[in-house]
């Protein structure tokens, strides 16, 4: 019996007996995890007829090349031979097909996707001049005031010596809102409420008159907080924030006859700007001694001197720039006029300086882009330039110019897109310094429940 024949009779006898644990090697095989797949060979692709001489008479030529000595003449007979027939070959079993391609356990195409590069964002095209400008004929240069806002219904008022006129951005109509008389003017500050409607007017002497702009009349004014003109105004809802000459700063709740709520007292000589945060938990005052707080209303009392969150000493200058972060509440943006120069980044959480560029002239105004993260400043001597940086990198992106005084008052329009600026020089200019914001597509309505929500439907 061949000896293939007698191992499988044996396996057979041991399996029949079910004796499994007598076979530990067919267990092992059985089970072992890269012995689950075997290899199937293409039998076309080879060559058998090869394969037979390798294994019958090429071993037959090699024994008999061991007992006896051929002649040279043989020897090079069967070289030739070999070389002719493609004999020469060290593999019995060849395959003359190429091995398959293997295949990707990820597709190629799904690969890329995600491993490749996010695009980058195309720059915008920055226009370096003003796409329009018009006239504002005696207007005040003093960095102490506060005279142009724009308001949520995009209706933009200036203040003109006694007269404030306000100009419709939706159909580009001018008309004059009210005018002031010589012993109350000229008009030191404007501000408009969030209803787009109501708008506070701050006098030089230190009267502050609240309007209907829509009625065109005067509701009521207040009086009796201030010493001198109120160069500061600010809106925190219902809250009219004044600050005056006198170095003070209060807060008035129009709705009620004594409209005095709290005192901020900090400020030596005059108060030149004020700015709520967009949580309206705490303000920010600039004055002309060179000093930023920043007050908490947790802290604010009717009855005593509110005291102030952090003192802040940096600025060499007055300090009129101010503007909150629109993407972080504690982030504070402060400039000093003058010799300062100097745009300055704050938390005002912890009173810590987080970064200071120097801009080479006097910080008029700031502004934050709505929609990206960049920072508007105005500027005086020199070039009077607006200039515009990334943050947090503070990397010039552009530089606007066309003024030929200090750019004191600049404001945005609601939807962010362009910036007004009036100087000195008597001109009030539009840029189109932030661009057009994004279009967000909307997210999908959810269904509307029905009057029955905890019955199932039917189906």
């Not at 005279?147 to 404030?164: G, K, P, R």
């Not at 008389?181 to 409607?197: C, H, I, K, M, R």
Request: charged share 20%; proline share 4%; with cysteine.
């Amino acid at each position: 019996m061949a000896a293939s024949d007698r191992v499988s009779a044996l396996l057979v006898r041991r399996l029949s007996k079910g004796s499994l644990s007598s076979c530990p090697q067919l267990m092992q095989f059985r089970h072992t995890s890269e012995n689950l797949d075997r290899f199937i060979p293409n039998r076309s692709a080879m060559d058998f007829d090869y394969a037979h001489y390798m294994l019958t008479e090429g071993r037959k030529g090699k024994e008999n090349k061991k007992g006896s000595v051929s002649s040279l003449s043989k020897e090079a007979y069967l070289k030739l031979l070999t070389e002719t027939f493609n004999m020469n070959r060290t593999r019995i079993l060849a395959f003359k097909n190429k091995p398959p391609t293997p295949v990707e356990l990820i597709p190629h195409q799904f690969y890329y996707s995600v491993h490749q590069s996010k695009p980058s964002k195309p720059l915008r095209h920055i226009p370096q001049t003003s796409e329009m400008t018009l006239d504002a004929p005696d207007i005040i240069d003093d960095y102490c005031l506060n005279l142009m806002d724009w308001s949520s219904s995009n209706v933009l008022a200036l203040a003109l010596e006694n007269t404030v006129y306000l100009w419709d951005a939706s159909n580009g109509s001018a008309s004059e809102l009210v005018t002031v008389d010589d012993e109350d003017g000229p008009v030191t500050s404007v501000s408009w409420a969030a209803d787009g409607q109501h708008i506070a007017i701050g006098l030089n002497s230190s009267s502050v008159q609240l309007l209907d702009s829509r009625a065109n009349r005067l509701l009521r004014t207040l009086k009796g907080g201030h010493q001198s003109r109120v160069g500061s105004l600010d809106w925190k809802n219902h809250i009219l924030t004044t600050g005056g000459m006198d170095g003070k700063i209060i807060n008035n709740d129009v709705r009620v006859r004594s409209h005095i709520v709290a005192t901020f007292a900090g400020h030596q000589p005059e108060v030149c700007g004020l700015k709520w945060s967009a949580s309206g938990q705490q303000l920010a005052s600039g004055g002309n001694d060179n000093l930023l707080y920043i007050w908490d209303m947790s802290m604010a009392s009717m009855h005593s001197r509110s005291q102030w969150l952090h003192r802040l000493e940096d600025h060499s200058a007055a300090v009129r720039a101010l503007a909150w972060s629109p993407f972080q509440h504690n982030l504070l943006a402060s400039g000093g006029v003058g010799s300062d120069c100097c745009i300055k980044f704050w938390d005002t959480h912890t009173g810590a300086c987080l970064d200071s560029v120097d801009t080479g002239s006097q910080v008029c105004a700031l502004l934050w882009n709505k929609n990206e993260h960049e920072l508007l400043s105005s500027h005086g001597s020199m070039q009077n330039q607006l200039t515009l940086w990334k943050y947090p990198s503070l990397v010039r992106i552009a530089e606007l110019t066309g003024h030929t005084s200090r750019v004191l008052f600049m404001d945005q329009s609601p939807d962010g897109r362009t910036v007004a600026t009036a100087a000195g020089d008597e001109t009030l200019r539009f840029w189109n310094a932030f661009g057009a914001p994004e279009v967000k597509k909307d997210a999908p309505k959810a269904e509307q429940p029905g009057p029955f929500p905890h019955i199932r439907q039917i189906r």
